[in-house]
């Protein structure tokens, strides 16, 4: 079984100030990693993801990721904090299991950046 | 089309009614997913198409859950005798393997149940 763990509810950060989302996984196998957005109303946007090789990843709007696998993390990171980057972040996991790449998504952090 | 599409964007229905949600995936995307998002809740898996072979069903909470895919392209979830619980925002996200960005989720259907 695999699973995920995003152990913020809600991140509260100034704009310019660094932000971190937290997330843990576990999974018997080599795991895809992947982040998400979720404006209000809207569906999810891809942001990155780790398959294999760098362990930071870089991904869009200035957001990147660094996959920990002693401590089975993936931390998304941001160096200065915007404030449209207020949205609800989902961290995934999904690994190969008889061909099938089913993701497991985390409960999700909301992110509010203060002016 | 360029990405996923859901309709309908809302849907409101009386509780016992029956109702259909659809999803067009991105075309020469093998692999479907529909996921339900409840208030405040992560997004819960709820059934896996990938290409011709079985969906994987074990994420369908009820028998009252069904869906198919039609010709490997268009999805349609369906609820039987909607109960007030079925409330919840419905997404759908398509995915081939050599996707740059994982997986394509559309807007979702926001589900009423009344």
């Known amino acids: 079984a695999q699973s995920v763990a995003q152990p913020e509810d809600q991140v509260n950060v100034a704009e310019g100030n660094p932000l971190t989302v937290k997330c843990t996984y576990s999974?018997?196998?080599?795991?895809?990693l992947f982040w998400y957005v979720q404006y209000p109303n809207r569906g999810l946007q891809f942001l990155l993801k780790y398959i294999t090789g760098d362990n930071l990843v870089k991904g869009s709007y200035g957001f990147e990721a660094e996959f920990n696998k002693s401590q089975t993390s993936f931390h998304l990171k941001k160096p200065s904090a915007l404030v449209s980057d207020s949205a609800l972040y989902f961290c995934?996991?999904?690994?190969?299991?008889?061909?099938?790449?089913?993701?497991?998504f985390g409960r999700g952090t909301s992110l509010i950046v203060h002016p | 089309g360029a990405g996923v599409s859901q309709s309908p964007s809302n849907k409101v229905t009386e509780k016992g009614k029956d109702v259909e949600l659809r999803c067009d995936p991105i075309?020469?995307?093998?692999?479907l997913y529909w996921y339900r998002q409840s208030l405040g809740q992560g997004l819960e898996f709820l059934i896996y198409?990938?290409?011709?072979?079985?969906?994987?069903k074990s994420g369908l909470p009820s028998d009252r859950f069904s869906a198919e895919r039609t010709g490997g392209s268009v999805s349609t979830l369906t609820i039987q005798r909607t109960q007030q619980e079925d409330s919840a925002v419905y997404l759908c996200a398509s995915n081939s393997p050599d996707s740059r960005y994982g997986y394509t989720f559309g807007s979702g259907t926001r589900l009423t149940v009344v």
């Open positions: 995934a996991v999904s690994y190969a299991s008889g061909g099938s790449y089913i993701p497991t």
């Open positions: 075309s020469g995307h093998t692999a």
């Open positions: 198409f990938q290409g011709n072979s079985a969906p994987d």
């Open positions: 999974v018997s196998g080599n795991p895809y």
